[in-house]
């Protein structure tokens, strides 16, 4: 910052995300953001209490809804970061593929027939 400290985290700090487009779709159409609570994935407590005062942190879920490109930006919301601009990255949503068998232990040098299925939604 402009007295010379350092960070060496963005925990607990609070952003902005937002998506928008990357293309000929609006972004909310290609990409969602996902909760931590809905989501099968653990996180940092300071991320699901930041979530359950309606705020995001250094983090987000995002979940593929459709193939398609999207923009993602975010920003830090605390005035005194006013200066620092948003940070926007392009992302590409590709065929939503899975495999079977989805886990699998196997010995060294083992081999494991699986295949590729792409999920089709409605």
Not at 64 to 82: E, F, M, P, R
Not at 93 to 122: E, K
Request: with cysteine; glycine share 8%; proline share 6%.
């Amino acid at each position: 910052d402009e007295h010379g400290n350092e960070f060496s985290t963005l925990k607990g700090l609070k952003f902005r995300w937002t998506i928008e487009s990357g293309g000929n779709a609006k972004g909310t159409d290609i990409l969602r953001f996902m909760s931590w609570k809905d989501s099968p994935y653990n996180t940092e407590p300071i991320l699901e209490k930041l979530e359950s005062q309606g705020s995001q942190g250094n983090k987000v879920l995002l979940e593929g809804i459709k193939t398609g490109s999207a923009k993602v930006s975010v920003k830090l919301v605390d005035a005194q970061h006013s200066s620092v601009p948003a940070a926007v990255e392009p992302l590409m949503v590709v065929a939503n593929l899975f495999l079977l068998p989805p886990a699998a232990n196997i010995i060294p040098c083992a081999s494991l027939d699986y295949t590729a299925n792409q999920f089709r939604g409605n």
